[in-house]
């Protein structure tokens, strides 16, 4: 069994995986800068509880932390890329951050277009500004035959519509930290998105989104962190990092009554169909 070495902000014991089982992180930052002082032990934390694989994603600041992604790729053997810019940063996006995403997203190791979508929650970047950018997006992953890494939050109608109008079933991808219902995930799958969940899945009143977790058929679910973000229970409150998605995926494993080494082998086996993840 992996076990994994303690320290002072892991009091919880962990769930442990067969020898030769391991679990993919679907999405991660690992490049967020409260990653800075330890972004090593990070690694090698999440390789030791047996998260073989992980996949830190291209969002914001410009084309930025997109470099920071595709270089964290290319230094750590188990660390893949996508590359995008957030809904919440579309105001940035220019012809001339297009053709830099388009270069990145040709270097090795990228596996995906994103992370892109809509955002209505916030509204940081102007929901018209936001929909033509995820139009670009989709368009350029069409382009390159890459799948996509979409972020929805309170714009599931307007995405279904772009995502039927700009074909994106053609290429499809993943619904990152689903938080829809069955009807959501329905129209997701049927547009050959596969659905993700994070911590959220964890959290005691989204007993909604655990019915979603027992229903979606085996081959199109994923499990992810967002680390930092999200943290799953039992370490809500502190930052969160691609270990702890052992957690998020025990909580799918009990809704499934599946052991977690079986889950742990379906979910990274979606990941490498759909993002060609070696």
């Not at 320290?7 to 999405?27: C, E, I, R, V, Y």
């Not at 967020?32 to 090698?44: C, N, Y």
């Not at 660390?79 to 940063?89: C, L, Q, S």
């Not at 599946?258 to 979606?270: F, G, M, T, V, Y």
Request: net charge negative; charged share 25%; hydrophobic share 45%.
């Amino acid at each position: 069994m992996f076990s994994v070495f303690a320290h002072a902000d892991m009091p919880h014991p962990f769930p442990t995986l067969s020898a030769g089982t391991f679990l993919t992180d679907s999405h991660c930052h690992l490049d967020e800068s409260r990653f800075d002082a330890d972004r090593e032990a990070v690694v090698q934390r999440a390789l030791a509880a047996g998260v073989g694989r992980m996949i830190t994603i291209g969002a914001s600041d410009g084309v930025g932390n997109n470099y920071a992604a595709v270089d964290l790729a290319a230094h750590y053997e188990s660390v893949f890329a996508t590359v995008g810019v957030h809904p919440h940063d579309a105001r940035i996006v220019t012809p001339e951050v297009l053709d830099e995403i388009t270069v990145l997203a040709r270097r090795p190791k990228v596996v995906a277009i994103g992370e892109t979508g809509l955002d209505y929650f916030y509204d940081n970047s102007p929901r018209d500004v936001q929909q033509a950018v995820f139009r670009q997006f989709i368009d350029l992953a069409r382009r390159l035959r890459l799948p996509l890494s979409i972020h929805l939050r309170d714009a599931y109608d307007d995405a279904v519509t772009i995502l039927r109008e700009e074909k994106a079933d053609e290429i499809g991808g993943v619904i990152h930290c689903f938080s829809g219902d069955r009807t959501v995930a329905r129209h997701m799958l049927d547009l050959n998105f596969d659905v993700s969940f994070s911590g959220v899945v964890t959290f005691k009143n989204a007993d909604e989104l655990r019915q979603v977790a027992r229903d979606v058929p085996a081959d199109r679910f994923m499990v992810e962190t967002d680390a930092p973000f999200l943290t799953p229970i039992p370490y809500r409150g502190k930052r969160n990092e691609p270990a702890f998605v052992l957690f998020t995926a025990m909580c799918v494993a009990q809704v499934r009554n599946q052991p977690l080494d079986e889950i742990a082998e379906i979910a990274s086996a979606n990941v490498r169909r759909r993002f060609a993840v070696s």
